[in-house]
């Protein structure tokens, strides 16, 4: 029984092996490929974000910055009761 299991073991890799070598190496894709295409990819996306940027409103942060000072303060006064 086991020369059996052994005969039908070699035999499967045997066929294994010759399958493989038939169909030949098998080719990597290109590095260089790969990284022109997610560049491209990436110069897109770049130029899109560029376009909704130029959309939209400028906004002064220092301006915003003390506005939100000043509500902080004035509900700060608030609760201590110096309103």
């Given at each position: 029984m086991r020369r059996l299991l052994a005969l039908l073991g070699g035999i499967a890799l045997l066929r294994a092996w010759l399958a493989r070598r038939r169909t030949?190496?098998?080719?990597?894709?290109?590095?260089?490929?790969?990284?022109?295409?997610?560049?491209?990819?990436?110069?897109?996306?770049?130029?899109?974000?560029?376009?909704?940027?130029?959309?939209e409103t400028p906004v002064d942060t220092d301006e915003r910055r003390r506005e939100v000072h000043e509500r902080g303060r004035a509900a700060i006064d608030e609760m201590r009761g110096e309103g």
């Open positions: 030949g190496p098998v080719e990597a894709p290109d590095p260089a490929d790969e990284l022109r295409r997610r560049l491209e990819e990436s110069r897109e996306l770049a130029a899109d974000q560029e376009a909704f940027a130029a959309g």
